[in-house]
């Protein structure tokens, strides 16, 4: 069983909920438990923005199940009453993912005998607020998540992948049924990737002061994810197409296999430079840079040419992709001028 931070930070929460709670004399501490076990949120920004939802819904919850005890009573009937309207309201106001919190803060109201109704429901309705407000300062100071660091791991291990299946694209040996589990899989992995990235955006966009190099590398960040979806699809229209492409002339196989190393092989030089683990990047034009794949062969195959435009479109983002690489590394590199120490004004005699 593997304990990750985002389980450590619902503990803590529970903890501090419960904490305050007892000290502030408000039963019971329970509700506040549960408020912070459900507010909890991947990232700073989103816990933010749904303790601010959680907030409003259950202010407009407690305001309506106060008027609805207060003249109507809190019979069976008026609860359930209560509980349809909050959750219309809070689905017409898009709280969605406020609701069930605040159902909890209508039926924890509501279940307070009518003559204890102001002392305990307001206690229960601020017993919610704490539970609210501990997700969101547990989440602030303590185990911020590395976004960036697991979006590039999980993006590096997705396109490592990709450029091995690449590379064994046309293998007999390869089993068609297991080369389709591969892509399923990897199209998964590139899901959560693009989730990540969307959590890393949040936090560069609302919650850092970010210089322009960083908002560069997110740019950049975005324009790889692209590269995997061009990538994806390529393989996909190539896995649909396998028989075509397997009953190519050998020449032509051998040369669109050739193609495909060297695409792989330029694939990973891209992500070397951006790693900072390859010195020298080549400049745009230069006479080996990988060219585009020759059509003409394979026009007598016109039942492979769908394959070859979208690996054409593939290439094209590549190359995209690494000019905006060798850009950022080379905005990167300190200027002669900055590093040289400046020389001393000569005396005038």
Excluded: C
Excluded at 6 to 31: C, D, H, M, Q
Excluded at 71 to 89: D, H, K, Q, S, T
Excluded at 222 to 248: G, I, V
């Amino acid at each position: 069983m593997r304990f990750g931070a985002r389980i450590f930070k619902t503990g803590l929460t529970v903890i501090l909920a419960l904490y305050a709670s007892i000290w502030l004399n408000l039963e019971p501490p329970v509700l506040a438990a549960i408020a912070a076990a459900l507010s909890i949120q991947p990232s700073v920004y989103r816990s933010w923005k749904n303790g601010l939802e959680q907030v409003q819904s259950n202010i407009i919850g407690a305001i309506i199940a106060t008027l609805f005890t207060l003249f109507l009573g809190n019979g069976p009937l008026i609860i359930a009453m209560v509980v349809m309207l909050v959750i219309g309201i809070n689905l017409q106001l898009k709280y969605e993912k406020s609701t069930q919190l605040a159902v909890v803060t209508v039926l924890a109201m509501m279940t307070v005998p009518k003559e204890e109704f102001l002392q305990y429901g307001l206690d229960r309705f601020f017993l919610i607020l704490i539970g609210v407000l501990s997700s969101l300062a547990i989440n602030i100071i303590f185990f911020r998540p590395q976004y960036e660091k697991r979006l590039f791991a999980q993006h590096k291990q997705l396109m490592e992948q990709i450029a091995l299946s690449l590379r064994f694209l046309l293998d007999p040996a390869r089993d068609a049924k297991e080369s389709r589990k591969d892509i399923q899989e990897m199209k998964k992995l590139q899901e959560n990737t693009q989730n990540l990235y969307l959590l890393l955006q949040e936090e560069k966009t609302y919650f850092q002061k970010t210089r322009f190099s960083q908002w560069r590398k997110l740019v950049v960040y975005r324009e790889m994810l692209k590269l995997a979806d061009e990538a994806l699809r390529f393989l996909e229209k190539a896995e649909h197409h396998r028989t075509a492409l397997e009953h190519l002339p050998p020449d032509l196989q051998e040369a669109l296999l050739n193609w495909l190393e060297r695409m792989a092989s330029e694939q990973e030089r891209i992500y070397l430079l951006f790693e900072k683990k390859l010195r020298e990047a080549r400049l745009d034009g230069e006479e080996h840079e990988l060219q585009p794949l020759p059509l003409a062969p394979f026009l007598g195959h016109p039942e492979v040419l769908p394959v070859l435009l979208f690996a054409e479109e593939y290439l094209a983002q590549l190359r995209h992709v690494g000019l905006m690489v060798q850009q950022l590394q080379t905005s990167q590199e300190p200027h002669p001028e900055q590093s040289e120490p400046a020389k001393p004004a000569s005396k005038q005699e």
